[in-house]
C-alpha cells in the first residue's frame, strides 16, 4: 500500500520572518491524517516575545497585540510542539513538512533560545523520518516550469487550500500534496520511509548545488550562504 496509506503527520509554523535562525513562531499545527483526512489536530498560538513586523501580520493575519493578549508563553508553546513531534518520531509515523530545513530549523533555532532540550535529545537519535514534498517534486519533477511554492503545488495536484498561510490549512494541504506526489512517483511512495528520508537528503543537496551554480552565473550569493542541510541546518 505503501507509507502514504498510513498515518501522516503535517507541520507548519507561521512566523516573525523569513530567516529560520533568527525568527519566533507565531503560530504552528501538528495535524494527524489518513488516506487524506485530518483524524487529530493540535494548533498553538504564540507570544513570540518580540513585535510582529507588519509585513509578516500581513502574510498570516497575526498582530503583535492578538499574540501578547492571547498567545502562549513561548518557552511552554515551544516545548509542547516539540514534544509532539518528537512523540510521533519515536511511534515510527513520518512528519510531512513542506521546506522542511525552514520550519525545522525555526524549532531547533527556538528549543536552543529557550534553553529546551533539542529535538535529537528528546529521541536519543537523529530526528526522522521526515517527507519534504517540496523536495521530492523538485528532484522526481526537476523539468516542470513556475513557482514550487505550496499554493502551486497544490494547484498542480488537485489539492484544495483554503486558507493559505494559516498553519493548520498549511500543515493539512502538506500532507494531501505528499499523497499526491507518492501516487504519481513511485520511487517516492514504494520505498521505505528511512530509505525515502535519506533519499531527501541527497535530492536536497544536489538541488542546492545547482542553485549555488545559478546565483553565481547571475552574480548572486556566495554559494557558501546556501545551506545543503536537510531536513534542518546545523546552528550558526
Known amino acids: 500500500m505503501g507509507w502514504h496509506r498510513d498515518l501522516l503527520v503535517g507541520f507548519?509554523?507561521?512566523?516573525?520572518?523569513?530567516?529560520?535562525?533568527?525568527?519566533?513562531?507565531?503560530?504552528?499545527?501538528?495535524?494527524?491524517?489518513r488516506d487524506g483526512e485530518p483524524v487529530r489536530h493540535r494548533e498553538w498560538l504564540v507570544d513570540p516575545g518580540v513585535p510582529i513586523p507588519e509585513e509578516a501580520t500581513a502574510v498570516h493575519g497575526i498582530s503583535t497585540e492578538r499574540a501578547a493578549a492571547d498567545g502562549r508563553p513561548a518557552v511552554e508553546a515551544v516545548a509542547e510542539?516539540?514534544?509532539?513531534?518528537?512523540?510521533?518520531w519515536a511511534a515510527g509515523v513520518p512528519v510531512v513538512v513542506y521546506n522542511a530545513p525552514f520550519d525545522l530549523t525555526?524549532?531547533?533555532?527556538?528549543?536552543?533560545?529557550?534553553?529546551?532540550?533539542?529535538?535529537d535529545e528528546r529521541l536519543?537519535?537523529?530526528?526522522?523520518?521526515?517527507?519534504?514534498?517540496l523536495v521530492i517534486d523538485r528532484s522526481?519533477?526537476?523539468?516542470?516550469?513556475g513557482k514550487r511554492t505550496l499554493e502551486a503545488a497544490c494547484q498542480f495536484y488537485g489539492v484544495v487550500l483554503?486558507?493559505?498561510?494559516?498553519?493548520?490549512a498549511d500543515a493539512l494541504a502538506a500532507v494531501r500534496v505528499a499523497i499526491a506526489l507518492a501516487e504519481r512517483f513511485p520511487e517516492a511512495g514504494a520505498g521505505e520511509l528511512w530509505e525515502l528520508h535519506r533519499s531527501q537528503v541527497g535530492w536536497y543537496a544536489d538541488w542546492a548545488a545547482g542553485f549555488q551554480k545559478f546565483l553565481a552565473r547571475q552574480g548572486g550569493a556566495p554559494a557558501a550562504e546556501i545551506d545543503t542541510a536537510w531536513p534542518l541546518r546545523a546552528p550558526a
Open 81 to 88: 510542539i516539540a514534544d509532539a513531534l518528537a512523540g510521533h
Open 124 to 133: 536519543g537519535s537523529d530526528i526522522g523520518p521526515v517527507v519534504d514534498p
Open 12 to 33: 507548519d509554523l507561521e512566523t516573525t520572518g523569513t530567516d529560520p535562525l533568527t525568527a519566533r513562531i507565531v503560530t504552528a499545527a501538528v495535524t494527524e491524517v
Open 106 to 119: 525555526l524549532l531547533a533555532a527556538e528549543l536552543r533560545r529557550h534553553g529546551l532540550p533539542s529535538l
Open 140 to 145: 522526481l519533477d526537476r523539468y516542470r516550469r
Open 162 to 168: 483554503d486558507d493559505a498561510h494559516e498553519a493548520a
